[in-house]
Nanobody, 122 residues
Framework: QVQLVESGGGRVQAGGSLRLSCAAS????????MGWFRQAPGKEREFVLG???????YYADSVKGRFTISRDNTKNTLYLQMNSLKPEDTAVYYC????????????????WGQGTQVTVSS
């Protein structure tokens, strides 16, 4: 089992950057396939990026070239670096861990953090 806690959210102007962290306790994040999701008001939770246990990354088309995912095994922490932010990136961002195969849908994940709010103003 793993517990996940996100941090690093906030308010930023369009074009700015933020780095989100997802600190894990319990099992190592490298044990799981990890994902970042986001949910805007009135919308479904959507996949943003994923990092499998072997280090392969998966991106949603909407964030390619702007967002990157990384993992620091020594800190047992997952990161989401967000650059060139747009107002449409405004959402609550969640990290999640999957015991099974890498997935791009929320149903494929077993453990979730509480989320961190990102607001991008124009």
């Amino acid at each position: 089992q793993v517990q996940l806690v996100e941090s690093g959210g906030g308010r930023v102007q369009a074009g700015g950057s933020l780095r989100l962290s997802c600190a894990a306790s319990g099992r190592p994040v490298s044990y799981y396939n990890m994902g970042w999701f986001r949910q805007a008001p009135g919308k479904e939770r959507e996949f943003v990026l994923g990092l499998n246990w072997a280090g392969r990354t998966y991106y949603a088309d909407s964030v390619k070239g702007r967002f990157t995912i990384s993992r620091d095994n020594t800190k047992n922490t997952l990161y989401l670096q967000m650059n060139s932010l747009k107002p449409e990136d405004t959402a609550v961002y969640y990290c999640a861990a999957a015991r099974g195969s890498m997935a791009d849908n929320p149903g494929g994940y077993d453990y979730w953090g509480q989320g961190t709010q990102v607001t991008v103003s124009s």
